[in-house]
């Protein structure tokens, strides 16, 4: 049996460094405690190291021998066991050789089969061309503003409307924009003038301020050197009448709200026409009576509640 005795500090560094000698596990081995050892006075002088010896277990030598032997078995029969794998992988290699044959007709056939003509497949029937859509019928453009027959300058330029029409037409070129203008008496002979395009949105301004600027020069330049004065009303699209709508839903708004508050209402900055228009919608109201304070630019309408006798 094969043992071997190992010392070290401790027991567990005596029994680890035995079965790295004997290489073997643990559980392999029978281990036989020669000296406990002593760690000597205060751990440091005259310790002693324990010794212990280690010695394989008959069953597991027995194990190993038989390891051994059956490897040693295997050595010796391996030489002779060679030659016939050698044949049997002969003759496997042998046999796909002569099956072969039979797969080269078979491709042979195939070949030949390919090169010969193939009947030709009938034709697919042609798809029936799809009618072509009918073409949406072409939307009419819309016809140009109204006022574009007018275009033409009125045939009197000497006229008050041939005045207005000569003037806006320098101060639009001037601005860059580019307009359609159409300049005519009505009924009372006052001259009005409307203006077509699409970038109007420059010549009316904040809150029509432009348009009034613009009407208010058309009438200084028409009546120039006139005796009979003559009203000058510009306006582009029709946005007059949209705002004199608009000042009047404000009007009566702002009427209910002195009623309902019983305070009255001071309105923004507005020019003398707006302040008509404010004047007008409330004229019939027997609640409530307005007038007019401050100096311009900043004169305002003011809403107060009727007194009640």
Do not use: C, W
């Given at each position: 049996?094969?043992?071997?005795?190992?010392?070290a500090?401790?027991?567990?560094?005596?029994?680890?460094?035995?079965?790295?000698?004997?290489?073997?596990?643990?559980?392999?081995?029978?281990?036989?405690?020669?000296?406990?050892?002593?760690?000597?006075?205060?751990?440091?002088?005259?310790?002693?190291?324990?010794?212990?010896?280690?010695?394989?277990?008959?069953?597991?030598?027995?194990?190993?021998?038989?390891?051994?032997?059956?490897?040693?078995?295997?050595?010796?029969?391996?030489?002779?066991?060679?030659?016939?794998?050698?044949?049997?992988?002969?003759?496997k290699?042998?046999?796909?050789?002569?099956?072969?044959?039979?797969?080269?007709?078979?491709?042979?056939?195939?070949?030949?089969?390919?090169?010969?003509?193939?009947?030709?497949?009938?034709?697919?029937?042609?798809?029936?061309?799809?009618?072509?859509?009918?073409?949406?019928?072409?939307?009419?453009?819309?016809?140009?503003?109204?006022?574009?027959?007018?275009?033409?300058?009125?045939?009197?330029?000497?006229a008050?409307?041939?005045?207005?029409f000569?003037?806006?037409?320098?101060?639009?070129?001037?601005?860059?924009?580019?307009?359609?203008?159409?300049?005519?008496?009505?009924?009372?002979g006052?001259?009005?003038?409307?203006?077509?395009?699409?970038?109007?949105?420059?010549?009316?301004?904040?809150?029509g301020e432009?348009?009034?600027?613009?009407?208010?020069?058309?009438?200084?330049?028409?009546?120039?050197?006139?005796?009979?004065?003559?009203?000058?009303?510009?306006?582009?699209?029709?946005?007059?009448?949209?705002?004199?709508?608009?000042?009047?839903?404000?009007?009566?708004?702002?009427?209910?709200?002195?009623?309902?508050?019983?305070?009255?209402?001071?309105?923004?900055?507005?020019?003398?026409?707006?302040?008509?228009?404010?004047?007008?919608?409330?004229?019939?109201?027997?609640?409530?009576?307005?007038?007019s304070?401050g100096?311009?630019?900043?004169?305002?309408?003011v809403?107060?509640?009727?007194?009640?006798?």
């Open positions: 049996m094969r043992s071997v005795e190992s010392s500090k401790t027991m567990e560094e005596a029994v680890t460094q035995g079965l790295e000698k004997l290489g073997v596990s643990f559980a392999d081995v029978k281990i036989d405690i020669l000296d406990e050892g002593s760690k000597g006075f205060l751990g440091i002088l005259g310790g002693k190291p324990v010794v212990v010896r280690l010695t394989v277990r008959e069953d597991v030598e027995e194990g190993e021998d038989l390891l051994s032997s059956v490897a040693l078995e295997d050595a010796v029969k391996e030489p002779e066991q060679k030659p016939a794998r050698k044949r049997a992988s002969r003759s290699a042998e046999k796909p050789a002569k099956e072969a044959k039979p797969e080269k007709a078979a491709v042979q056939e195939k070949a030949k089969e390919a090169n010969s003509p193939k009947a030709e497949k009938p034709a697919k029937p042609a798809k029936a061309e799809k009618p072509p859509r009918a073409e949406k019928p072409v939307k009419a453009e819309k016809p140009a503003a109204p006022a574009a027959e007018a275009a033409q300058p009125p045939a009197d330029k000497e008050p409307e041939g005045r207005a000569t003037f806006l037409t320098d101060v639009t070129r001037l601005m860059g924009v580019e307009v359609t203008i159409n300049a005519r008496r009505d009924e009372e006052n001259v009005r003038v409307d203006m077509f395009g699409d970038t109007l949105g420059i010549l009316i301004g904040r809150r432009t348009l009034d600027a613009l009407q208010y020069l058309t009438s200084l330049y028409v009546n120039k050197g006139g005796e009979d004065y003559i009203r000058v009303t510009l306006d582009t699209e029709n946005y007059r009448a949209k705002r004199e709508e608009a000042l009047r839903r404000l009007a009566n708004r702002m009427a209910n709200r002195a009623i309902k508050t019983g305070r009255k209402v001071v309105m923004e900055p507005m020019n003398p026409y707006e302040r008509r228009i404010l004047h007008s919608a409330l004229q019939q109201n027997d609640a409530v009576t307005t007038h304070e100096e311009e630019p900043n004169r305002h309408v809403i107060t509640l009727k007194q009640q006798n």
